[in-house]
């Protein structure tokens, strides 16, 4: 016979920010203090649904990393903002902890709270209107940035900064930073927020922007969920090409490479400009792309291929140049996405190394980096190598090195999740990479695994530390945001 469960069965775990454990009785639906059973007030009512079931705080204890697993005791899947509103002020007034989470693309637990409560972004996704004559869009925090780009597409306009991928949250990107090859024109997505509805630590509903509550708006942007949970942002937009064309050029010298990279950034020739790096058949990482990319009509001329790639060094007889329509380009991963997930590798662990260099050392470094990396600690992920302009880059909180071109230097490693020592010994040499750049100015870009404590945090944000530390002080006083980041 199967046995009924009891109501002490029933009971999760909920660690509360001080020492104390209360647990949620999914029976009652109230909150009670396990060690004295004294219940506390129960949960707010709630428009959308409060979840403790197996697949819900498992799928909730996982994410792109496949890594760190740590176990909510309650996920809310909200119907309203309201609901974020009165969840967080019931764990505000209980001092428990709580993390946003749009799409759990995150590489190192930093969207989960080990017996907290996870607010799942998804349901907030509406967009719109999108409002042709200020070129803007107010979009729910856990809209993916697929949808919008296609729901202002129908009106010729675009954000005007993305991702590699689509498939992320607004509100998840927008705490990060948001980097991708058109940041070197127009900044990080942080940077073309216009206006922010958030929920603070404290449980308060409020719009901020650079000239309200400014110093909430300069802690939430790239401020890693550690103020407030983002709901809702007003993005900036411009027109958008109806197709493109996109250019593959290959270097067979890293110096050149970056040369050429810089100055097509620095003159702002393409509209887009990435790099990848990749072996030689004997495992040398000594092959190197340009990814670049020209707007065509309406935003600008029909590519002029002699113009645009004039006095680069690129081998000329390895050059691949495609048109494509717009979103095509924007959706570019998706095919190889699709294979990658139906290979099973999307869920092998991703010990992600992101790093930002100093555009002046870059050289070096990705020559040391390199010479370390072996085809075998990449897996089926690939490395990145990229400019950004660091005149375009006004968040506050999105570190960078002082440099005016910064690179991205990525290492987007796939690995078996199963072999544990190898996942361990890759998060080891990310450590290692970052400190070798941390040595002379270089930064991470948090969306990595890299073991990091407090006081590299307080080294990464620097000078910003104490604005931040304020904010966090002001706007989550008990400290409940998003634990799994590590930073307070
Ligand atoms: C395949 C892939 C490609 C990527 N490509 C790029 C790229 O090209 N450029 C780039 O910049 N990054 C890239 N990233 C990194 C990505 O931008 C970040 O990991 C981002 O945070 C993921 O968004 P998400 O919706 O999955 O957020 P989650 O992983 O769910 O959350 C990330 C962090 O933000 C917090 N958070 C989430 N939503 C909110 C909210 N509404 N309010 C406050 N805090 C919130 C979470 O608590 C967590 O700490 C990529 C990641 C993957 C897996």
Redesign the pocket.
């Known amino acids: 016979m199967p046995r009924t469960p009891t109501r002490r069965t029933a009971l999760r775990g909920l660690a509360v920010a001080s020492a104390a454990v209360i647990g949620f009785d999914p029976f009652t639906r109230s909150w009670a203090v396990t060690d004295s059973g004294r219940p506390l007030s129960g949960i707010p009512h709630l428009d959308g649904t409060l979840h403790t079931d197996d697949a819900s705080l498992t799928a909730d204890a996982d994410?792109?990393g496949h890594i760190v697993h740590r176990r909510p005791a309650a996920v809310l899947r909200p119907g309203s903002v309201r609901d974020i509103v009165a969840m967080v002020r019931f764990c505000d007034l209980h001092g428990l902890r709580v993390?946003?989470?749009?799409?759990?693309?995150?590489t190192n637990g930093?969207?989960q709270v080990e017996g907290g409560l996870i607010i799942e972004?998804e349901p907030l996704a509406t967009i719109g209107p999108v409002r042709t004559g200020s070129s803007r869009v107010t979009v729910g925090?856990g809209a993916k940035w697929s949808d919008v780009a296609k729901a202002t597409l129908a009106h010729g306009l675009t954000p005007p900064v993305f991702?590699?991928?689509l498939e992320?949250?607004v509100?998840?990107?927008l705490?990060?930073?948001?980097?991708?090859g058109q940041t070197h024109r127009h900044g990080a997505q942080v940077d073309n927020v216009l206006e922010l509805e958030v929920v603070t630590g404290a449980g308060e509903l409020l719009r901020c922007s650079p000239t309200r509550h400014p110093d909430l708006f300069h802690a939430v942007l790239a401020g890693?969920?550690q103020c407030a949970?983002?709901v809702g942002a007003t993005l900036r937009l411009v027109h958008a090409p109806e197709t493109v064309r996109h250019y593959l050029l290959p270097y067979a010298d890293l110096r050149t490479f970056l040369d050429d990279q810089r100055l097509l950034a620095t003159e702002g020739r393409f509209a887009y400009v990435e790099g990848q790096v990749s072996a030689d058949t004997a495992g040398a990482f000594n092959q190197f792309t340009i990814e670049a990319v020209a707007y065509g009509p309406p935003v600008g001329d029909t590519p002029d291929d002699t113009k645009l790639l004039k006095g680069l060094r690129h081998t000329a007889s390895g050059v691949q140049i495609t048109d494509l329509g717009y979103y095509d380009f924007l959706d570019r991963l998706a095919p190889s996405v699709a294979a990658l997930k139906a290979a099973g590798l999307w869920a092998y662990a991703h010990p992600w190394l992101n790093l930002l260099l100093p555009g002046r050392r870059t050289a070096d470094l990705a020559t040391t980096l390199l010479d370390a990396l072996t085809p075998a600690d990449l897996g089926p992920g690939v490395v990145l190598l990229y400019p950004l302009l660091r005149d375009r880059l006004h968040t506050p909180l999105l570190r960078t090195p002082d440099d005016p071109v910064p690179y991205l230097f990525a290492v987007l490693r796939t690995t078996p999740p199963e072999d544990t020592a190898t996942v361990q010994r890759l998060l080891n040499a990310n450590r290692s990479a970052y400190d070798t750049v941390g040595a002379v100015g270089g930064t991470q870009y948090p969306?990595g695994s890299i073991p990091f404590r407090h006081a590299d945090w307080k080294r990464h944000f620097g000078p910003v530390w104490d604005r931040f530390a304020e904010a966090r002080r002001t706007y989550d006083p008990k400290g409940i945001l998003?634990p799994?980041?590590g930073i307070f």
């Open positions: 994410d792109f993390a946003p989470r749009g799409q759990g693309h995150g930093q969207a972004t925090a991702t590699d991928y992320l949250s509100g998840g990107t705490s990060v930073g948001g980097l991708g890693l969920g949970v983002i969306v998003v799994g980041q």
